[in-house]
Nanobody
Framework: QLQLVESGGALVHPGGSLRLSCAAS????????VGWFRQAPGKEREGVSC????????SYADAVKGRFTISRDNAKNTVYLQMNSLKSEDTAVYLC????????????????RGQGTQVTVSS
């Protein structure tokens, strides 16, 4: 069973930082692009960031550019999302999914995602 598990979410104050982790079990992430997505209450799921299988290509939603950084450690089979300068509008459940292929131009496989991790930004 291909499965991803997200962790690292917490309650933080505006301006704070968090690092989310997306760990794979049952398969190797080496050959897949991986994306982070988020869903806030009453809103549709949106893409946050993506990283290619090699880590050489990354992309970010405009809302998080300059504040979030995606990275991966294939030796640990894990993808990270470093989130700085957090804002209240970043509050959401964050989840990760691998893409069908090594590029972020592909289609994400949400069937492999975990339950997500809650990020709450509030004073």
């Amino acid at each position: 069973q291909l499965q991803l598990v997200e962790s690292g979410g917490a309650l933080v104050h505006p301006g704070g930082s968090l690092r989310l982790s997306c760990a794979a079990s049952g398969f190797s992430l080496d050959y897949y692009a991986v994306g982070w997505f988020r869903q806030a209450p009453g809103k549709e799921r949106e893409g946050v960031s993506c990283i290619s299988s090699s880590g050489g290509s990354t992309s970010y939603a405009d809302a998080v550019k300059g504040r979030f950084t995606i990275s991966r450690d294939n030796a640990k089979n894990t993808v990270y999302l470093q989130m700085n300068s957090l804002k209240s509008e970043d509050t959401a459940v964050y989840l990760c999914a691998h893409y069908f292929g090594n590029s972020c131009q592909g289609i994400p496989d949400f069937g492999s995602r975990g339950q997500g991790t809650q990020v709450t930004v509030s004073s």
